[in-house]
C-alpha cells in the first residue's frame, strides 16, 4: 500500500461499555498532536479499512480480553497473522477478523501495531475502571514511542 | 444391529449468539435432533414492567445490535397502536429508509461474512476473500452503506437513538438524505452483480412443505407494516398473533419454542416466506433478477435462502433510492404527539429474519404493566430441527464430519439470532 498521509492512531470500541472505551480514550488524549492523525470508531472492518487507507504506520488501541489482570498491556504486530477466535458471530466482526479480512484483501499497511489493554469491567455505562485509567499515560508513551522508530522510516519522500 | 451415531456441534459458528446442536441416530433412523439456545436468558419484557411508554423502543433497541430497528419499531407501532395514532406520510416513509437500512446490513453481513463461504468451501470470510476479494470487498461496502443509513436516521449504527413513538427525535435534512444517492446507486449495482453470480452456485437439495409466515400488504413488500398472512391462506390483523402462535418452553433451550395454536405445527418466517407471500410486491430489479434465477413463484429450499436474501437487498437498495429521491422537505414536526391512554397495543414489523412481534399494556400514566417479544428466530427454532431431522435422514450415509458439516448451514440457512431469541448453539450426531 502507498502511503502519504503519515501515522495514524486509532482507538476501537465503544465507551458506552466501561473499559470498552479504553481506545477512545487514548484516542482523546492523543488528538492534537502535530504530525497525527486520529480516529475513533466501533472495529467494523469496512469503515477500518477506509480510516486506514494511505496511512502508514497505523496503530489501532481496543481493549483485549485474554484473562490476564486487568490493565494489563499487550503489544501485537500484524507483520503476524492475529490470534482469532473460533467463534464468529453474525453481529460482530473481532478486530483479528477484521485485520486478517483486510490482510486477504491486500489493504493492511506496511506497520500495523495492536495496543491491547486489558479490561476490567465491560458492563453498560461510561467510565473506565481505575485499574485501565491507570495505564493510559503508559499506553500513550509506548505510542509516541512507536511513532518516534516508526514515522523516520515510513516518512513519505520528498 | 442397530448402531448408534451421535453428532454434536458444542459451540455453533458463523451464527449470532450461544448455541449446540444434538442429533441421535438408531440405525437407520433419526430418533432426536434438539437445537439448544444456552445464552443466558434476558428478562427484557420483566424489566420493560414500570417503565414509561416512551422508554420502550430504547430499551428494546438493546436486544440486538444488528436488527435494532426491529425492536424500536415493533414497540413504537404497539405504543401507537395503544394511544391511537398512525404515522404515515413523510415520516412513515423515513421509517421504512430505516428499515432498508438494517434490512442492507444485517442481510449482507450474513450473505458475505457468514453464509457465501459455506457455498464457495471455505471455512470462513477471512478464507475465502484470499480467492475472492472483490466479492468480498464489495459485500463489506453493501454492508456499510447499510450501516451510513442507519446512522442518519438513527443517530448512530448499533442501539440507534433518535426513533420514538411517534416517528423521530430529529428529521434529517433533505441534503442529509440525498447524501445517500451516490453510495446507494453503487449498492444497488454491486448487489445485482451478486445476485446474478448466487445464481450459478449449486445448493443442497432440500425442500419441505412449509407453511410460509409473513406480514402481507396490498401495496408494498412488507417491511414495517403489514397484516399476518401465510402459504395456507391466514389472513389476520397483529392483534390476533397470540390466538394464532402459543410459546412454550421446551427443557433443551433458553428460547421459547413457537407453533400454530391449531394445528401444532411450526412455521418458516423470514425471506423466504416474504418472497413466497409478496412476490408481487419486488420491486422491478429485484423480480427480474428472481426470474432469471429461477426462483419460481416460491422457493421451498431453504439452502437458497442466500439468494432471497441477495434479491432482499437488490429491493432494500432500490426502495432506498425511491425514497431518497421522494424526500423533498424535512416534515414540520420529526414526530406525531402522543398521550398516553390505558390499553393494550400490538405492533409486528418484518425483521431481516422474519416477523418481530411485540405487546404491551400500558395504564393511564404511560406506565408499562405488561410486555410481551417474539423474535423470528424464536418461531423458527422448530423448523429448523425438522430440516435437521429431514437432511440426517437424507444423508445418514455421510461420515460425521461431513454429516456435521451439512447441519451447521442448515442451520445458517436462518440467519438465527440467538441472542434475540433467549428467552440459543454445540452440534452433537448420536448414532445408535
Known amino acids: 500500500m502507498t502511503a502519504t498521509k503519515g501515522p495514524l492512531v ?35 472492518p469496512a469503515e477500518l479499512m477506509e480510516l486506514w487507507q494511505g496511512h502508514d504506520p497505523v496503530i489501532l488501541v481496543d481493549a483485549i480480553v485474554t484473562g490476564a489482570a486487568p490493565g494489563t498491556l499487550h503489544r501485537l504486530d500484524a507483520r503476524e ?3 482469532r477466535g473460533a467463534r464468529y458471530s453474525s453481529h460482530g466482526i473481532g478486530l483479528a477478523e477484521a485485520v486478517e479480512l483486510a490482510r486477504s484483501l491486500g489493504e493492511l499497511p506496511d506497520t500495523l501495531i495492536v495496543h491491547g489493554i486489558e479490561p476490567a469491567r465491560l458492563e ?35 | 444391529m442397530s448402531e448408534t451415531r451421535t453428532i454434536e456441534v458444542d459451540y455453533l459458528a458463523r451464527v449470532e449468539g450461544e448455541g449446540a446442536m444434538y442429533v441421535r ?36 433497541a438493546r436486544i440486538c445490535g444488528i436488527c435494532p430497528i426491529a425492536y424500536q419499531m415493533g414497540a413504537s407501532l404497539a405504543m401507537e397502536d395503544i394511544c391511537g395514532i398512525t404515522v404515515d ?41 484470499k480467492d475472492h476479494p472483490d466479492m468480498v470487498r464489495n459485500g463489506l461496502r453493501i454492508k456499510k452503506i447499510g450501516n451510513a443509513i442507519l446512522r442518519l436516521l438513527g443517530g448512530r449504527e448499533i442501539h440507534p437513538v433518535n426513533l420514538r413513538v411517534g ?49 402481507v400488504h396490498p401495496d408494498e413488500y412488507p417491511i414495517t407494516h403489514g397484516r399476518l398472512g401465510s402459504s395456507s391462506g391466514l ?25 400454530r395454536s391449531d394445528s401444532g405445527e411450526p412455521v418458516f418466517m423470514g425471506p423466504l416466506a416474504r ?122 450415509d455421510l461420515p460425521d464430519d461431513e454429516l456435521r458439516h451439512h447441519c451447521e448451514v442448515a442451520i445458517r440457512n436462518y440467519d438465527p439470532c440467538i441472542s434475540c431469541a433467549t428467552h440459543f448453539l454445540d452440534l452433537t450426531v448420536d448414532r445408535k
Open chain 2, 89 to 129: 406520510g413523510v415520516l412513515q416513509d423515513l421509517r421504512r429508509l430505516a428499515y432498508c437500512g438494517e434490512w442492507i446490513e444485517s442481510h449482507a453481513l450474513h450473505v458475505f461474512m457468514l453464509h457465501l463461504p459455506d457455498f464457495l468451501g471455505y471455512p470462513d470470510a477471512v478464507t475465502a476473500a
Open chain 1, 124 to 158: 453498560d455505562g461510561v467510565g473506565l475502571s481505575p485499574e485501565v485509567r491507570d495505564t493510559l499515560a503508559r499506553v500513550i508513551t509506548r505510542i509516541t514511542d512507536n511513532l518516534a522508530e516508526a514515522v523516520p522510516r515510513s516518512r513519505p519522500a520528498r
Open chain 1, 10 to 44: 486509532i482507538g476501537i470500541g465503544n465507551p458506552w461499555r466501561g473499559d470498552d472505551g479504553v481506545g477512545h480514550a487514548v484516542v482523546a488524549a492523543l488528538a492534537g498532536t502535530p504530525g497525527l492523525t486520529t480516529a475513533a470508531c466501533s472495529g467494523e
Open chain 2, 235 to 259: 389472513d389476520a390483523a397483529i392483534r390476533d398473533y397470540d390466538d394464532i402462535f402459543t410459546e412454550e418452553h421446551v427443557a433443551h433451550s433458553n428460547a421459547l419454542h413457537s407453533h
Open chain 2, 25 to 60: 441416530t438408531e440405525g437407520d433412523r433419526v430418533e432426536e435432533v434438539k437445537l439448544s439456545i444456552f445464552e443466558a436468558p434476558r428478562f427484557f419484557e420483566g424489566f420493560l414492567r414500570g417503565r414509561d411508554f416512551r422508554e420502550a423502543p430504547d430499551i428494546t
Open chain 2, 167 to 215: 416517528g423521530f427525535y430529529r428529521a434529517p435534512s433533505p441534503a442529509e438524505v440525498a447524501g445517500l444517492g451516490e453510495d446507494l446507486s453503487w449498492g444497488l449495482e454491486a448487489s445485482c452483480e451478486v445476485a446474478e453470480f448466487l445464481a450459478t452456485l449449486d445448493y443442497p437439495n432440500l425442500e419441505r412443505d412449509y407453511e410460509f409466515v409473513s406480514l
Open chain 2, 275 to 396: 418472497f413466497a407471500l409478496n412476490r408481487e410486491h419486488l420491486t422491478p430489479r429485484a423480480a427480474e433478477l428472481a426470474e432469471r434465477a429461477g426462483l419460481g413463484i416460491a422457493c421451498r429450499n431453504p439452502f437458497r435462502s442466500i439468494q432471497v436474501r441477495m434479491i432482499e437487498i437488490v429491493l432494500a437498495f432500490e426502495e432506498a433510492l425511491r425514497l431518497v429521491d421522494g424526500y423533498r422537505a424535512a416534515p414540520a414536526e420529526p414526530a406525531l404527539p402522543v398521550t398516553p391512554r390505558a390499553g393494550t397495543g400490538f405492533g409486528a414489523t418484518e425483521a431481516p429474519r422474519g416477523i418481530c412481534y411485540h405487546r404491551y399494556s400500558i395504564d393511564d400514566a404511560g406506565l408499562i404493566t405488561d410486555a410481551k417479544i417474539v423474535p423470528p428466530t424464536s418461531v423458527n427454532q422448530p423448523t429448523i430441527e425438522a430440516d435437521l431431522r429431514e437432511l440426517v435422514q437424507t444423508h445418514l
Open chain 1, 81 to 83: 497473522p492475529l490470534p
